[in-house]
């Protein structure tokens, strides 16, 4: 079975600065897909940046980029230039790739804070 | 993109009493969809998963008996909470898939059960 570790229950970061969410995960698939989502206070899930396990460059979304190193199974999200908008729960999630559907398997979750 | 709609979006109910959570795909057909529950200030878990036609998946623990889903069309899925309890009380979230390896996620559903 997959699991997915975030190690980081709360962090805090200033506005406009840069804060990492750390992330890793346990899986003997080879193909598969990792995913950071957010969930504002609204609880809404919105998909923040999506990788898939045989793209060694990492992927990007504006603020927002990963660092992905698939052999120390770690997947960790950057925020750039922090917004008070950015405040919410992130969960790191894994979900394996094959033909049938698959659901996410999520970790804890971090609470991020922006602060002014 | 892709709207998975969720109602309601909360709903309050005695104990003893059955709630049904309806999650329509609005524009593109969710072979599967998934159910989660997500009490306060923790992650989602994967409750079932349910396949248009066919009966539901469910995870270890879950009770079948007590979460009935129906998956009966390709842009509609329900979960019936029956006979819910107070500790039947938490957030409910529905994801359909759409193109492959994508998931769309409805806005939730709270449930309090008095």
């Known amino acids: 079975a997959q699991t997915v570790t975030q190690s980081q229950p709360e962090m805090s970061v200033q506005e406009a600065e840069t804060v990492t969410l750390s992330c890793t995960y346990d899986?003997?698939?080879?193909?598969?897909?990792l995913f950071w989502y957010k969930q504002p206070p609204s609880r809404q899930m919105i998909l923040v940046i999506r990788q898939e396990a045989y793209k060694q460059q990492n992927a990007t979304e504006n603020r927002f980029s990963v660092n992905f190193q698939k052999a120390a199974k770690s997947f960790s999200l950057k925020i750039s230039d922090s917004q008070l908008g950015d405040t919410a729960m992130y969960f790191c999630a894994f979900m394996k790739s094959h033909s049938g559907n698959t659901p996410l398997v999520f970790g804890k979750g971090t609470r991020l804070s922006v602060i002014a | 993109g892709a709207v998975v709609s969720q109602h309601p979006s909360w709903v309050i109910c005695k104990s003893g009493t059955s709630v049904k959570i309806e999650c329509r795909s609005l524009?593109?057909?969710?072979?599967?969809m998934f159910w989660y529950r997500q009490f306060p200030k923790q992650s989602l878990m994967l409750m079932a998963t349910s396949n248009e036609g066919s009966k539901a998946t469910y995870e270890q623990g879950v009770e079948k008996d007590k979460f009935l889903i129906n998956h009966a069309s390709l842009t509609l899925s329900t979960l019936t909470v029956t006979s819910a309890h107070p500790e039947d009380s938490s957030f409910y979230i529905c994801s359909g898939q759409g193109d492959l390896e994508k998931l769309f996620f409805g806005s939730g559903t709270q449930l309090s059960v008095l």
């Open positions: 899986t003997s698939e080879s193909n598969y897909y």
């Open positions: 524009d593109f057909q969710a072979t599967t």
